[in-house]
């Protein structure tokens, strides 16, 4: 590990000593002066090329949360948990939830702009003795829930196009080998971009930007005009137990599932941090916007959804496998213009698959730069050509092809792979922003940020942690209570059996070799 060291601070020095600029001039590849402050403080050499503005950053982490089109997606998790009514107000709580955690790690976004995101939060921020531990577990628990973030993207993408050749085909027969088949192109298609695509991503992400607003106006215009409406008394007042849990409130905790899903993943822009210029100011200001506009997006279209629902049970039961495809089928009553309409979210998804193939090599990248992984060296090199971590991209790559296998054996055991991302980040968020609490609670001094919370800092760390262990103790629920074992979210034992091994692997393995990001810290900076 110290050889690692010594090896990190010759390339600091060596991109030092090659820039004779002034410190006011701004590098495409090194940043702006906040940029190098930064990374000099962290102890990391600029690998990455600083690609990303504010405008291309927000739309990236935009098009990832996607929450108006991840609504549309999860619609049958809250109507079978709550009801109508019941979606709304747990979609609203869950948006001040996951508001309030955001905001948090907008925070240490700012003090510690750097790939590793939250495990590098707590190296940083956890208290001395349990640094290196928590850390450790901490980046395992990003590597699990980023790597099954992938074939749970394409899964997605690659269900609603064969629910829209059930559509355009009511012959069709959806096999499960032909949802992995999909679930592979769209990973493919992913990968090639990351690659070959790199250095124009984020002029795709704003261009993409432009779909994701114009697509959530296409539909929502269509269903106000042509869809049927309920009263506003049904819709807000209509709570229901479809699942059979016995209780309301029960099952509207259970149904949280999907906003907690359609919110997820705040933490994706920080991850891209070190190729964004002016990070520490940049960087907060896009996470704070996204979560406040996708929220915006996301409550519209839940709202335009219930009043425009119909039936219930024929939605439901949908042969498309998706509501939302059937409900925007019953308002234009055309095949063609479902389609069309349909494809908006179809095509999102797969965009938001690229982004997650490059937050997740990112996070790979970082973890293994910092001697986390098996195959760290190989894990975190990075490509001269390309600017980017080409065998970190490779390795993700190839992870979601293998689980994507699962699926033609499996399907359950499969989706709870699948849904296992959400846990996994949960629990990172979770995390991180306790050690900021616990920092804060002692009075301790935290690092310099340019985007403070000051006194409401230790209140909103406070909320936000309280809702986080809410949300993740639900996360394991099963949708139906006694669920026969094709219908149990086995998402514990698969969670449990990834933390063991990573501490199976700390203590042989991970405890020689990891020391932490702190060690790397300049303290003279």
């Not at 948090?104 to 349990?130: C, D, I, K, L, N």
């Not at 949908?318 to 495809?325: E, L, V, Y």
């Not at 699926?407 to 499969?414: D, R």
């Not at 262990?469 to 449990?496: C, E, R």
Request: glycine fraction near 8%; hydrophobic fraction near 50%.
């Amino acid at each position: 590990m110290a050889d690692r060291k010594k090896i990190d601070e010759l390339h600091f020095q060596a991109d030092e000593a090659g820039t004779e600029r002034q410190d006011t001039v701004i590098s495409g590849k090194r940043g702006t002066p906040n940029d190098r402050k930064d990374m000099q403080r962290m102890g990391k050499a600029q690998e990455l090329r600083r690609n990303f503005r504010f405008v291309s950053i927000f739309g990236y982490s935009m098009i990832l949360m996607a929450t108006w089109e991840t609504v549309l997606t999860t619609l049958s998790i809250p109507l079978l948990n709550g009801g109508t009514g019941g979606a709304i107000f747990v979609f609203l709580g869950t948006a001040v939830g996951m508001g309030l955690c955001i905001v948090s790690m907008a925070e240490m976004a700012s003090m510690a702009p750097t790939s590793g995101g939250q495990y590098h939060w707590v190296s940083e921020f956890a208290p001395r003795e349990h640094q290196r531990f928590l850390s450790y577990v901490v980046g395992w628990l990003c590597v699990l829930g980023w790597q099954t973030g992938i074939a749970s993207i394409s899964y997605l993408a690659g269900t609603q196009i064969q629910g829209l050749i059930v559509l355009n085909n009511p012959s069709y027969v959806p096999e499960r080998w032909h949802g992995t088949l999909l679930v592979i192109a769209v990973a493919t298609f992913s990968v090639v971009f990351n690659t070959l695509l790199a250095r124009k991503l984020p002029l795709v992400e704003g261009t993409v930007l432009v779909l994701h607003i114009f697509g959530f106006f296409a539909i929502f215009i269509t269903m106000w005009v042509l869809g049927p409406r309920s009263k506003a008394s049904d819709v807000f007042g209509q709570f229901q137990d479809n699942a059979g849990w016995g209780n309301i409130g029960l099952a509207c905790l259970v149904g949280q599932l999907a906003p907690v899903f359609s919110l997820l993943g705040s933490d994706a822009a920080t991850h891209m941090s070190e190729e964004l210029r002016d990070a520490s100011y940049t960087l907060p200001r896009a996470m704070v916007w996204t979560a406040v506009s996708n929220s915006a997006l996301g409550f519209l279209m839940l709202i335009t959804m219930c009043f425009c629902l119909g039936d219930v049970e024929s939605v439901l039961s949908s042969r498309t496998g998706f509501p939302h495809i059937q409900v925007i089928y019953n308002a234009t009553q055309s095949v063609g213009g479902t389609t069309a309409l349909a494809a908006i979210t179809v095509t999102m998804a797969i965009f938001g698959c690229v982004n997650n193939v490059a937050t997740c090599s990112r996070q790979l990248f970082a973890f293994a730069r910092d001697g986390g992984l098996p195959l760290s060296e190989f894990l975190s090199y990075v490509h001269p050509a390309c600017d980017i971590p080409l065998n970190s991209v490779l390795v993700s790559f190839l992870i979601a092809i293998l689980l994507s296998t699962i699926n033609i054996g499996s399907s359950v055991a499969f989706n709870s792979i699948a849904a296992l991302g959400t846990c996994a980040l949960l629990s990172s968020y979770i995390i991180s922003i306790s050690c900021i609490f616990l920092k804060r609670w002692n009075n301790e001094n935290l690092l310099p940020s340019r985007f403070n919370l000051g006194k409401a800092g230790i209140w909103i760390n406070g909320g936000a942690v309280v809702y986080l262990v809410l949300a993740f103790v639900f996360s394991f629920f099963p949708l139906f209570p006694h669920p026969t074992p094709d219908l149990m979210n086995w998402n514990i034992l698969i969670y449990a059996v990834v933390v063991i091994f990573s501490l199976i692997y700390f203590v042989l393995k991970g405890k020689k070799e990891y020391v932490g990001p702190v060690e790397y810290i300049n303290k003279d900076v």
